[in-house]
């Protein structure tokens, strides 16, 4: 029996090893292949190279990111120096669910069900803010449920942190201190309790500030206004599209998935009750505050963030379920399904593209020069793209003796 159970923890940890680096190694080279997108070049020109990082004029700042890339820019200018935050992030997030899967009986499951989403993985392996905010959410969320203290103050001051990697995230962090408001008033002193609310407010106005801002009149809108209520609810809250395939059958199986938390409600600990409340709270009210302001909707990636603390809920469920009933189609069943990520994520997934952003500019066509050593393409006539390859040109032609 001692020998079955050891040999069950050894091939555990060949599996998770095996995992760590395959996913590692993919993200690695995916954020070295990927050609680089309008945003990240906009930003980096825009914020990180100009260390503008307070420019709140526009959405396409997102803060937190502009200055890590501006940070590690003295590195060099490249597709893969400007990603390595969000890479770092991403091996974060790889680690952490390596943590939690080690703990699961299900731990094939569990760390398919976190990792497999095309979307996800796209934010991981480009400089943009929703990859450091995931890890973040995901960490507060590992945090707040596996401490051994009655922990809340640790995953708000992460919290507080990932809005700045994407404002939208201080609506999680709002809702995560609303349903933890009791916990924070019986188990802290009134002095302690009072400050971690007023920088819990301070943080919230100043995110709320700049969300107000970006979506001004005669500013670039920061989502979109096409969506109805039935749309919202038959996605699950925009969490349905981020896994691309919209054949009905597995919209309806993503549905069943997403709402898993709230229909086995009972079965889940106080904490994970929690996480279930602030976690679809958060999806609420994210398209519940447009009709109220008079909003745009958040652009479908604006809600990838949201994502791990639900696939984390659900990966808790399914322990929870196939412990309950030890019922071998109940297994069955869900390792089916998990070929339907896994053909999902394979078929969506590019090693050189992200999927919000198929075309740009060929870097061959931006650097074309006629007779006369001249750009055939006037700088002005170039988007971000194009003037990103031409800075990368002129820094380097000043160290080389001749243009030609």
């Known amino acids: ?47 990180s190279y100009t260390k503008d990082y307070l420019n709140i004029g526009i959405a396409n700042n997102h803060i937190l990111n502009s200055i890590l890339v501006g940070i590690i820019s003295p590195l ?39 990792i497999l989403n095309p979307y996800l993985f796209d934010y991981f392996a480009i400089s943009r803010g929703y990859g450091i905010g995931s890890a973040l959410i995901f960490l507060s969320c590992y945090i707040y449920l596996f401490s051994k203290r009655n922990n809340v ?27 933890n408001i009791i916990n924070l008033k019986n188990n802290y002193k009134i002095t302690h309790f009072i400050f971690i609310n007023s ?3 301070s943080v919230s106005l100043i995110n709320l500030y ?29 969490l349905n599209s981020l896994y691309i395939n919209n ?7 993503l549905n069943l998935l997403f709402l898993s938390p709230l229909i086995f409600f009972r079965l889940l600990s106080n ?52 412990k309950k009933t030890e019922n071998i189609n109940i297994v069955g069943l869900i390792t089916v ?32 020069r006629d007779d006369d050593c001249g750009f055939v393409i006037p700088f002005n006539e170039l988007d971000s793209v194009g003037q990103y390859y031409r800075l990368i040109d002129e820094l380097n032609y000043e160290k080389k003796s001749s243009i030609c």
């Open 337 to 368: 399904s998990m070929f339907f990520f896994l053909f999902s994520f394979i078929n969506s997934i590019k090693i050189n593209k992200t999927i919000d952003w198929q075309d740009g500019m060929k870097r061959s066509e931006i650097l074309q």
């Open 153 to 179: 103050i640790a995953p708000l001051v992460v919290l507080s942190i990932a809005t700045f990697s994407y404002h939208v995230i201080v609506v999680f962090l709002f809702s995560f201190w609303l349903v």
């Open 199 to 201: 920088t819990v407010l």
């Open 76 to 114: 060099g200018i490249s597709e893969l120096i400007l990603r390595i935050p969000n890479l770092i992030f991403g091996i974060i997030y790889l680690i952490l669910i390596l943590f939690f899967s080690s703990k699961k009986d299900n731990y094939i499951i569990c760390s398919l069900i976190l």
């Open 210 to 238: 700049l969300l107000l801002n970006v979506t001004a009149e005669g500013k670039p809108l920061y989502g979109v206004n096409n969506l109805s209520i039935f749309d919202i609810l038959t996605g699950s809250f925009g």
């Open 247 to 253: 054949e009905l059958p597995f919209n309806i199986f």
């Open 1 to 47: 029996m001692i020998g079955l159970i050891e040999n069950n923890i050894q091939k555990r940890k060949i599996y998770l090893a095996i995992y760590f680096l395959v996913f590692t190694f993919f993200l690695l080279v995916k954020g070295y292949k990927t050609e680089i997108t309008v945003d990240e070049a906009f930003s980096f020109l825009n914020y």
């Open 271 to 322: 904490k994970e009750k929690n996480v279930v409340a602030f976690s679809y709270l958060t999806l609420f009210l994210i398209y519940l505050i447009p009709y109220i302001l008079n909003k745009p909707f958040p652009l479908l990636r604006a809600v990838v963030c949201f994502l791990p603390p639900i696939l984390l809920l659900v990966c808790q469920v399914i322990e929870k379920l196939i």
